[in-house]
């Protein structure tokens, strides 16, 4: 038997806002990078270019709409599961296209190889992230029903 969360991490994990505070910290970075390459139409098409999408603009144009309407579902915690999915498939190819330290040289610089090895990693926190929210959003809506 698992003891209880001591009163105050209860009260705090009961607050409706940590919820979304929750979902807002998982999802900010994606919204801000959908932001920022929509106002830089340029940069995100040249940023695509650089990892080998092509055509670069329809990719950029794809990125743009996941970053935007993944964390829009997931805040709103209205198709959270298709938010998350989204985002969880995102960060997935990202993570590979963008970290792919099993292609890295032996004989390269170890600090880059360690760099890309920890952010590969890191994405898939992200991931587990995104498939916890697609597991909790029924169940927290089922509770408030």
Not at 35 to 42: C, H, R, S, T, Y
């Amino acid at each position: 038997m698992q003891p209880e969360n001591p009163r105050i991490v209860a009260v705090m994990l009961d607050w409706p806002g940590t919820a979304f505070l929750a979902r807002l910290a998982l999802t900010g970075p994606y919204l801000l990078g959908g932001i920022v390459k929509l106002a830089d139409w340029q940069g995100a098409v040249a940023e695509q270019a650089h990892f080998g999408m092509q055509p670069a603009a329809l990719f950029a144009a794809a990125t743009i709409a996941v970053e935007l309407i993944g964390p829009a579902l997931i805040l709103l915690d209205r198709l959270a599961w298709l938010g998350a999915g989204m985002l969880g498939m995102f960060t997935l190819l990202a993570a590979i296209v963008a970290n792919a330290f099993w292609t890295m040289p032996i004989s390269g610089s170890e600090q880059d190889r360690f760099m890309a090895t920890n952010a590969f990693f890191e994405h898939l926190g992200l991931i587990g992230g995104f498939v916890l929210v697609a597991i909790l959003s029924p169940r927290r809506r089922h509770a408030r029903a």
